[in-house]
């Protein structure tokens, strides 16, 4: 289960990289070793969650036309760096 869920989880984490264009190399390998727990149940438990009243404000929601001046920004993917650097 727990390996599972590593699994699941460097999957999205490398779906992720793959997904916004980003050129990753692996340069070293690595090790995780990750304890391991027991646990037990010691005595049973009785929950009672305490209530509460709450009055929220009011509030108005509109909308208002502005005009915003938005600046420009020059994205360059992985394989665009590359070929600058190799100039």
């Known amino acids: 289960m727990k390996t599972t869920n590593m699994l699941l989880a ?10 916004t264009g980003c050129d990753v190399e692996k340069t070293k390998d690595g090790n995780v070793t990750v ?31 502005v005009e915003v001046t938005v600046p420009t920004v020059d994205v360059k993917t992985a394989d665009e760096k590359k070929a600058e650097q190799g100039k």
Do not use: H, I
């Open 35 to 65: 304890p391991e727990y027991e646990v037990s149940k010691t005595r049973e438990g009785d929950v009672t969650l305490p209530e509460y009243k709450v009055t929220t404000p009011d509030v108005e929601v509109g909308e208002k036309k």
């Open 10 to 19: 460097a999957c999205a984490v490398a779906g992720a990289f793959v997904a």
